[in-house]
């Protein structure tokens, strides 16, 4: 494909801004007015609330409105509101530290802060529950009333035969594998401005990832008309998940600009963002598989726990997206997942980059490894065995159109040095391997999957482009600019995205899943194609001469054949001047559903596009301190077609970096009330610049997808693989194996010590 | 942040008299990293605090004529990190320093504030209690020195009373035949130490024969410590796999190490012996390549 | 209690009446308005507010401001001159080491003055001097190929 600007690897069109400093994020925002709003958090893992007292704090000089359960609305609100279960601010009980109790407004800082000090609340502590198996005991504590137990939520998913499979495979591993919950740690926190204003409309400031639904979310908890919301974006500061279902400050934000009739301001500490903002899913799972003996796997079996924490959100998403990733990743005959979520006193979780992925395939990647070792075969031979082929339907449905799956497997085994090292590499070092699916174009989960982009052209020729594509720093701004400039033929510096306002954007369901670059690029591309025509036509009309004949490039003009290149401004001009006939451009994309497509039975085909890829790293482990140092990791993931170069390394390295948190140091540590001990980056440890080795990242192209000029999503996979390819590296290294992200060094020495125990 | 009353006094009698006024609770703040922190997150309000940024003579590096180094309190750890005296007469000690935090961290911390803040797990403590520095402690009027072993009480408690301050830290010079150095888990990360071990071992001539040793363990008991009973079971014995593996052992047996959120207790045991066998071999392979490398 | 503060930011001098408590970060974002320096955890641990106090980086969000009384700040607003990115921001641009920003500001500072020590830093100088600075979003390759294109600039060369 010949290609101007798609395939460059351009730099981003919001560079400059955030490299000066110019770029606004909402924390940056000034308002005349505007007021400092606090919330007092449950300090209680479990408590009844027996009184609250906010006299003296609505007496103190400065503060504007108090509020408690009593002055909001009293809706319930989920994610699914068919699974409510959260007011707005506690009622009567408070279910895990950090829970909204109440909340103020006041003139600055000090006097909020003040303010929350003066409030008085009478707590009756509660069992606190923070174990799942705990949870799950017949006559525990219940963590919501009135609710039949703790077990909140369940799915079921059969294909073939599992028991039968069982009974005829040659080599069956079982195993139970258990990941923790993790903070997303966008640098910038959670944070909105509320304004009520007189007109009851309700504006909203926030770093939204998916703005038109926060929208719905918050008309719905708090009881107004959708039409009377609107939120606007800055520039945003991370999102991985944790931007996209609405936090409980938007709605308390919006209650207290009504009192006061003036904006307020919530922005979380970073204490409060690692106990309150929610988490990763952690999840317990039984895994087994099963493979003949010449390696083919016949089954797989998997029970799989999610801690939902104190109130739903995105567990059963989550969940079901698991499983169909467990479904897909290898084209296997008989599958058996059983799914359920947990209510526990923990914050909730949401979604994180990878969406259950990741911990699903820390299970089930280590296991094929341990399937390997006990058929005594090559794992990466192993794998070539049950690969996915390009234009396959596997058993549980997924249709598996352009796949890449041998080629990001056979690459990154080639660069880590599979077969020099594997086995054989010097002591204490080990190599490790291991493959993924996700989707490349996010889902038909809420039983459509579209989008919608308009483009502009101003009387100089410059393109305006309204998408609801957000930019939470992933580049999608810049990847809808390439995709609109390629097919306009103007310059990429020409182009102004705009995705920031709900007013001003199509509806849409946000930039998760890897979702973006696939349906808003298709929407940006059907639109550039609508106002192209326009271009060409009036192109064609200003130089007398046949549509087909005009050529637009680089923001130029020309008839084919000749040498006489003209602005396209002064297109531009002469179409809007002379005949008052203004260029623009509407383009929908519409991911149409399969035939028979419902939501509870649609599994696999839920999903518009994979998108596979392998990692390989190389460790070094000390036994004396159980220090791990990844040396090396190779990323081979497809892209379609990598709309930019730069940038989808950026992604997957990245990714890398979270996934070697993930592996290796990442998780969120409770006392035994619940409370949340490590709420710093001193103590809960995300990568540093020094804590990365050496990442390289490969994009594989591959062809057979819709995605605009073949690209798909790549802003979630790369952190699927890494955490099993480490943990099989270790393995290597030292002949232990873990089955508990993150893998600690107390947890290698300790599995060490056991291993020389039992060699003994 | 709660408000508080701010003092910047220029001489050191004005600030010790601020901070020794009973009427309020002064508290000096020399880089802030600390103070700011516990300020900010750990409840501390004083009323009063009082920088030590203005006040003459606390902030230097000198090179002392018996061959030692005396280091004002007020000094960064980048500067004495940095700093070629310290890096020639002693640069476990500039290493130490060059192992706290970050470059920001670094660019404001002091080492007076280090030592005095009293965290089990001060990186500059073992160190500098291995080679036997002393604390000069003033009133704004007198002096005392005390050994900073005996600096540290508890868990932020020091031997400084209300009104003193910690005006300068002095290392003795280095003796012949000596080999010092700091080790500290794990470095990749910026992390707070998990178990840092000082070591300084004075050999007799031509082997490797202890003449004299100091091992001191931070962040296995309430303050930095000497482990002397390892120091005693060293003392007079030619280092060898053995003894060191004795000696790592008796390390073990002394720290008293507690669970916390960055490890446990059992792993801080296996830090120890693992640390302190890896300087003690580290020690023995310089005596034994006769003071070198 | 306020107190009177003098402070020259980016070669402005100011005069400002500021509360004893507040800190530099606190002072650069609210009083002067300044807000590329950014907050990302309040407690030194992520970079994110790094400016450079009389050229060395410090955590602007553990500085009292007062504590800054008479001395020289320069925020990412200051580096550079007009329209002309600083060959550090520059290097940032072209080679993709920026992805939300937010820790750009921080970053791009602590680079500068890493750079300014030493021109031509190795890769584990690099690594060790950007130690204090989170980044989410990267992984932080084109981070380090960044400060080894700004040096390349610096001493005259160019980004391949
Ligand atoms: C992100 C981060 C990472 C860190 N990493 C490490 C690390 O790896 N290793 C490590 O050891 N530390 C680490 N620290 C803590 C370290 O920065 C401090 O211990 C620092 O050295 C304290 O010095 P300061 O000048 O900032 O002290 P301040 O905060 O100003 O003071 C600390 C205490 O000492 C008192 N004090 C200060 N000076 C004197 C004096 N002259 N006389 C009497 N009392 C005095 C103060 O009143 C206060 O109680 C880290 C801190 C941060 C924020
Ligand atoms: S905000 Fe200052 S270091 Fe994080
Ligand atoms: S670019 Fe987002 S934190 Fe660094």
């Known amino acids: 494909m010949k290609t101007c600007i798609v395939r460059k690897g351009l730099p981003r069109i919001d560079a400059i801004p955030k490299v000066s400093g110019e770029a606004q994020y909402t924390v940056d925002l000034k308002m005349p007015g505007l007021l400092v709003g606090k919330i007092l958090r449950s300090p209680h893992a479990h408590a009844r609330i027996k009184s609250i007292d906010t006299s003296a704090a609505k007496a103190l000089d400065g503060v504007l409105a108090v509020i408690t359960a009593e002055d909001v609305p009293e809706n ?68 919501h009333e009135g609710k039949e137990s703790n077990s909140t939520w369940s799915v079921d998913r059969l294909f073939g035969d599992p028991d039968k499979a069982l009974a005829e495979c040659d080599y069956v591993v079982e195993g139970t594998y258990v990941t923790h919950q993790l903070a997303h740690c966008c640098l910038e926190v959670s944070n909105c401005i509320a304004k009520w204003d007189k007109r009851d409309k309700l504006t909203i400031w926030t770093n939204a990832q998916a703005p038109h639904t926060q929208r ?28 996209l279902v609405m936090d409980m400050k938007l709605p308390i934000a919006s209650v207290l600009s009504r009192l006061t009739g003036r904006p307020v301001r919530i922005v979380n500490t970073r ?27 016949l089954v797989r079996d998997l029970t799989l726990i999610g801690d939902n924490g104190a109130y739903h959100d995105k567990g059963p998403a989550t969940i079901n997206f698991s499983s169909m990733m467990f479904g897909t990743l290898y084209n296997v005959p008989n599958i058996r997942f059983h799914g359920e979520l947990v209510y526990t006193n923990k914050a909730m979780g949401t979604a994180f980059r990878g969406f259950g992925n990741p911990q699903v395939t820390f299970a089930t990647e280590s296991q094929i490894d341990e399937l390997a070792e006990k058929m005594g075969m090559d794992p990466l031979e192993l794998r070539r065995r049950n690969v996915n082929h390009p234009d396959e339907t596997a058993a549980c449905g997924a249709e598996v159109c352009g796949c890449a799956m041998s080629e990001c497997m056979e690459l990154a085994a080639k660069e880590i040095g599979w077969e020099e090292k594997r086995g054989k590499g010097a002591p204490l070092r080990g190599v490790g391997l291991a493959n993924m699916v996700h989707t490349g174009g996010g889902g038909r989960f809420y039983g459509f999957n579209s989008a919608e982009a308009i483009i502009k052209l101003s009387d100089e020729g410059t393109v305006t482009l309204i998408t609801s594509a957000l930019d939470m720093g ?75 004949d005009i050529l637009v490039e680089e923001s130029k003009v020309w008839v084919k054949g000749s040498h006489e290149k003209h602005d396209l401004s002064e297109v531009v001009d002469h179409t809007v001047n002379e005949h008052g006939e203004p260029i623009s451009g509407i383009g929908r994309f519409v991911d ?10 649609a599994f696999a085909k839920n999903i518009p596009c994979f998108s596979f890829g392998t990692q390989a790293v190389e460790v070094e482990v000390d036994p004396e301190t159980g220090q791990v140092n990844v040396l090396r990791v ?47 980056f001193l103590d809960y440890k995300i990568p540093n610049i020094g804590d990365v080795p050496e990442m390289k990242a490969y994009c594989v192209e591959s062809v057979g997808t819709r995605g605009p000029f073949g690209a798909k999503g790549i802003g979630e996979p790369g952190l699927v693989p890494t955490a099993p390819a480490i943990a099989n590296a270790i393995y290597d290294a030292i002949g232990v194996r873990l089955h508990e992200v993150p893998m600690t060094r107390e947890q290698i020495i300790k599995a060490l010590k056991e291993k020389r125990a039992s060699e003994t | 942040m709660k408000a508080f009353d701010y003092v910047r006094p220029s001489t050191l009698e004005e600030a010790c008299a601020v901070l020794a006024d009973p009427a309020g609770s002064a508290k000096a703040l020399a880089g802030g990293t600390d103070v700011l922190v516990q300020m900010r997150a750990a409840g501390l309000r004083p009323s009063v605090v009082v920088s030590l940024k203005d006040v003459p003579g606390l902030n230097f590096i000198h090179a002392d004529d018996d061959g030692g180094v005396t280091i004002g309190a007020v000094t960064p750890l980048g500067a004495v990190e940095h700093s070629a005296v310290i890096k020639e007469r002693c640069p476990a000690v500039a290493q130490a320093a060059a192992w706290v935090g970050s470059v920001q961290v670094r660019n404001r911390a002091t080492i007076g504030g280090n030592l005095c803040n009293a965290a089990p797990s001060a990186d500059t403590a073992p160190i500098l209690i291995a080679l036997g520095a002393e604390a000069v402690i003033t009133d704004g009027r007198e002096e005392r020195v005390v050994l900073l072993e005996e600096f540290f009480t508890g868990p932020g408690q020091t031997v400084l009373g209300r009104g003193e301050l910690l005006r300068a830290v002095r290392v003795p010079p280095a003796p012949a035949r000596s ?15 998990t178990v840092g071990v000082g070591l300084c071992a004075t050999f007799e001539e031509g082997s490797a024969a202890i003449k004299d040793v100091r091992l001191a363990l931070g962040a296995v008991a309430p303050t930095p410590m000497r482990a002397r009973a390892t120091e005693a079971l060293l003392a007079g014995r030619e280092l060898d796999e053995t003894t060191i593996a004795a000696a790592s052992a008796k390390a073990v047996e002394e720290a008293q190490p507690i669970d916390d959120i960055r490890a446990s207790a059992a792993y801080r045991e296996v830090l120890v012996e693992v640390m302190s066998r890896r300087v003690l071999t580290a020690a023995c392979a310089w005596a034994q390549n006769g003071g070198r490398g | 209690m306020k107190r009177e503060l003098h402070i020259r930011v980016n070669g402005d001098e100011y005069h400002l009446l500021v509360e004893t408590h507040r800190t530099l970060l606190e002072v650069i974002r609210d009083e002067i308005g300044l807000t590329g320096t950014k907050n990302g ?41 007009g329209d002309t990115l600083h060959p550090v921001q520059r290097a940032f641009v072209e080679t993709g080491a920026i992805q939300c920003g937010y820790c750009t500001p921080g970053m791009v500072l602590t680079a500068k003055a890493l750079l300014d020590h030493n021109p031509t830093p190795t890769r584990a100088e690099i690594l060790e001097g950007l130690k204090g600075n989170l980044c989410r979003c990267t992984g932080y390759v084109k981070i380090v190929e960044a400060v080894e294109a700004a040096s390349c600039l610096l001493e005259g060369g160019e980004i391949e």
Not at chain 1, 93 to 109: K, P, Q, S, W
Not at chain 1, 222 to 228: A, E, F, M, S, V
Not at chain 1, 501 to 511: A, C, K, R, V, W
């Open chain 1, 271 to 297: 204490s409060e963002e690692f106990t309150t903002a929610k988490t990763r899913y952690p999840y317990t799972l039984h895994l087994k598989t099963g493979a003949t003996k010449d390696g083919k796997i």
């Open chain 2, 179 to 193: 080999f010092a150095t700091y080790l500290k888990t794990f470095r990749s990360a910026m992390d707070c130490c």
């Open chain 3, 41 to 81: 955890c309040g407690q030194g641990e992520c970079g994110a507010c790094t400016v450079l106090l009389d050229g060395e980086p410090v955590n602007s969000c553990l500085v009292l401001a007062h504590e800054a009384e008479g001395h020289d700040v320069l925020t990412i607003e200051g580096l550079g001159s």
């Open chain 1, 216 to 243: 719905q979310e918050v008309a719905r908890v708090l009881g107004i008309p959708r039409r009377n919301v609107r939120i606007i974006n800055s520039t945003m500061g991370g999102g991985f998940g944790s931007k």
């Open chain 1, 474 to 548: 992933q580049g999608a701004h810049t990847a809808m600019a390439q995709i609109a400039a390629e097919e306009l033929g103007v310059r990429l510096e020409d182009i102004n995205v705009l995705s920031h306002d709900t007013e001003l954007t199509p509806y849409d369901l946000g930039s998760w899943g890897s979702r973006a670059t696939f349906m808003n690029g298709n929407a940006v591309l059907a639109a550039a194609e609508d106002a192209r025509q326009s271009l060409v036509e009036a192109a064609a009309e200003m130089l007398e001469a046949d549509p087909a």
């Open chain 1, 634 to 680: 190779v990323a081979a993931h497809e892209t379609g077609t990598t709309i930019n170069q730069t940038m989808a390394e950026g992604q997957l390295e990245g990714s890398m970096a979270q996934g070697i948190g993930f592996a290796l140091m990442e998780r969120l540590v409770h006392d035994d009330e619940g409370r949340i001990v490590n709420d710093r």
């Open chain 1, 76 to 143: 319930l609100f989920a994610f699914y509101q068919w699974q409510a279960d959260k007011h707005i601010l506690c009622t009567d009980r408070v279910r895990y530290v950090g829970d909204e109790v109440a909340a103020v407004a006041a003139m600055d800082d000090d006097t909020a802060e003040a303010a929350l000090d003066l409030i008085k609340v009478e707590y009756e502590a509660l069992p606190v529950i923070l174990d799942i198996d705990e949870a799950m005991k017949p006559g525990a504590q219940l963590i």
């Open chain 1, 592 to 601: 149409h559903l399969p035939e028979g497509y419902t939501i509870p039975t």
